[in-house]
């Protein structure tokens, strides 16, 4: 390397000049100085100052014509300023939105053992193109870890990875065809966002109503051409479904022929008993289970995948296009060995007794401060729902936000069809985010916020409808 | 842990179980002993059955009738084969395929130790819900690295993180709009890949001629909604963009108020002399720049940027979506430092090295061996084209592959609708996959198929036009 010598000085030539242009200093149109003369000027090699006008002549900074020298192109445009965003307001100090694990759990040295190993393990295809289905290592390893854990019946051959359950949505939507393929049936309460996909896909979604034992099966609607549940918790209110509505919901897909997707988003968090395995396992062939660590790790690594009936599995390949968009390799083969070695249901446990303390600590504070409210929902995952008072959702967002928590109506998660039983109040509190140094301060500032809002209702328990009773499922 | 204790044993009978209904051993409607019995027969107490019972019954593999007693259900399927796929011929030994770089080549040990370095300084919040534009240190590294390597004129707010041009011209192909708002206009060589992609997303393509100067951007219709050019290096014919025509097309997008996509995909690996800077520079307000590590590093990585005029920000970051398909966050920190630490350019500066011998390895070999071939397109790049005399390109490919060589034919690369001058007739040799003991042996196989397909007509160079004659540049 020679930045010292002529090479080092051409460069710094052409970025001298380029940002003469760039900035307007030579206008354009400017004739340059003969190289020879600025050559001498600049005391460097003739050759050097020619060199860096015919690379500005290359690139179109300048323009060389025979007998009229070297000038400034005049179709340099300056660049328009960037853009003007919105101003975001800065983030509530406390965040009880649900759906993310803490940012600082994350387990950065196990992660980075599992990279060393997996980028000095790799056999050298590994770097090359990968296939669209996922790297085989990492679909064996969640093979065996979905067996193991949620009872799900699948094989490596039968598994694609995502980026996660939006992706496997969007796959899904493309695969089974948008609006004459018939509509999706989707739980009357379920993540607006999952909604908005399937609508942005041509997919029409039809609610089905939800109690304590999840999602009514009885009444998905013969037509529909899937429908998307969640059956180890419903989200967002929170019971299990119950045993006979997986019976239902598999009959549903036997008559009907519709495909049953299992959004499995949290099926690793339960705290009563052990996890309740997945509906797929009881029918590999009519049902799509869906997962990810985005829960359990992190949302940033955007790792997920779909354990896919057979006949599936070539046409999600194909609707996830050649190579694009792939998980990267180098992180496939790193969750492949965090798995394989323990560490991640090691985390995972770790994770168990802490979303559980921090369950029990929600449920505990409320019942003691804002006897009003009724918490519901927690035998598993990383949210409850606050049932409220009638008519109070509103006016306990907007408290809790001047106290600093942001947290989420149930109202929003409701499907805007949805009809039945009139809404329940309520609020879906996300318990895993914080801190833990940050967690008690936000419990006092939810009740603080639920006491100012529910003020003039405190005590009182009309209005307030059982939403989720206790599963009445079969426990021995 | 217990896994000896109650809960292992009740894990280890509940997977027992699961087991002999799968396989079929418990038929449906088999009736399970009474837990007493059954807690009697295995030695272990009568609760732990009991539970295995309730979960199983809970995740509907059994039922449980008052009076009936515990049966397996009857709904329990067993999964039908797997997917049975087209057995794929293995791959030929000798890949000559353009677009790969040799995945043994890849830097494991600087990623691993910028993996690392990403992983231990990262802020809490980079495992959090990310931007789904991208890490900003990713985009300040680029916009750093990109205005002194390619005279690129960004900012950290103009660029999108994507995981690769197919993924930007898909979300570009969308923030434009489809058919109604006119074709793009592609070169009439170029890759079938991002054709069909275009094609997929509903957008029609028109093809432009090329020669030896690159496109003839005076052909770009005035209706066209944008262009797709690769001015460093036409793909695959080889030569850069003149610089009239780079005046030419950024005169096209003023008066048509059309949109240049600059496909950048190759343009640090110029071996005549500096790198020609980008088309992007001279008018970042018309002009996207779309990037890459596939080339330069590695196609599993999964990593790539669009430099954006400033209006269209916002629009490509809302096609994007929410979360999905993100590329991964440690991944983005990890390139972040790689390229902030100077490895990126180490790296880079080892492969050029390697590809201009491998290209100049090629040339001496082909004109000393097959000389009815001429090598051209060679000033950049990973690949060349080699020119084969008129109507032997079908037979030079299938020679190749006998001899254990896959290789493409240049035909494959031509626009369906390319009018104008006749095919030139050739094969598009990428020089950078195979490890390095297997480069000398590839180029052996090739010249064996290439002599045997032109055995015939070696020696005469009839039929031959220059499809690339070295650039007329004004290089002083």
Redesign the interface.
Known sequence: MDLGGAGGR??AL?GAL?EAV?SGRLAPGTRLPP?RSLAADLGIARNTV??A???L?????L??RQGSGTRV?D???A?????V?PATPPPLPYDLVQG?PD??A?P?AA??AA??HA??E?P???????DPQGRTELRHALAEYLARVR?V???A??IVIC??A??AL?LLARVLGGGAAGPWAVEEYGLP?HRG?LTEAGVATVPVAVDGNGARTAEIPRHARAVLLTPAHQFPTGG?LH?ER??GV??WARVSGGLVVEDDYDGEFRYD??P????Q??????TVLLGSVSKSL??????GWMCL???L??RVVAAK???????????QLTLAGFLASGAYDRHVRRMRQRHRARRDRLAAVLAERVPAVRVTGIAAGLHAVVELPAGTERAAVAAAARHGVAVEALAGYRHPEAGGRPHQDGLVVGYATP?ERVYGPALDALCAGLGEALGDVSGSTSGRAALSPPPA????
Chains 1, 2 share one sequence.
């Not at 660049?79 to 853009?83: E, L, T, V």
């Open positions: 051409r460069a052409i380029r760039r190289y020619a060199d006008y015919a690379e002549v290359a690139e179109g900074w323009t060389s192109a179709r340099v445009a660049p328009s300023p960037g853009p965003r993310k940012p600082g994350f950065r992660w980075l990279a060393r980028l000095t790799a050298h295809e590994a770097f090359g193109i990968g009872g019946r699948t094989a051959d039968r980026s996660g939006a992706h969007r966002f996909l299990p045993p997986r019976a598999l009959e008993r052990r309740v395995g997945a509906v396992g009881l029918d590999p062939d009519r992190s949302p940033a690594l955007r790792i009936p057979a006949g599995v070539d296009g050649v190579r694009e968009p792939h998980t990267s390799a180098t992180e801190p499922g079969p426990s021995s």
